[in-house]
Nanobody, 119 residues
């Protein structure tokens, strides 16, 4: 089992910045994808950004150019640097871990951290 602990959410004004972090522990496989998803009230969960252990990145069009996903030198930690925040970025942000090799590819989620952007 993999445990994910998120931090860094909070309340900021439009145009400001936040940095989210997620630390994974437990039965970590060396090749995996970690990422961030978000869900606003009344909306479906959506992908924000993902990164593989090889460094390949994927971003939602709505955050491209404003958000940056990265891993620490210890690749069990993932960060999301959020700049030029907009009111519509307000959501609960969830960290995600997925094993991407083998026949069984389990997926795990963090508890979520609230990001609120005031206009």
């Amino acid at each position: 089992q993999v445990q994910l602990v998120e931090s860094g959410g909070g309340l900021v004004q439009a145009g400001g910045s936040l940095r989210l972090s997620c630390a994974a522990s437990g039965s970590i496989f060396s090749i995996n994808t970690m990422g961030w998803y978000r869900q606003a009230p009344g909306k479906q969960r959506e992908l924000v950004a993902t990164i593989t252990t090889g460094g390949s990145r994927n971003y939602a069009d709505s955050v491209k150019g404003r958000f940056t996903i990265s891993r620490g030198n210890d690749e069990n930690t993932v960060y999301l640097q959020m700049n030029s925040l907009k009111f519509e970025d307000t959501a609960v942000y969830y960290c995600n871990y997925k094993k991407i090799v083998g026949l069984l590819r389990p997926e795990y989620w963090g508890q979520g951290t609230q990001v609120t952007v005031s206009s």
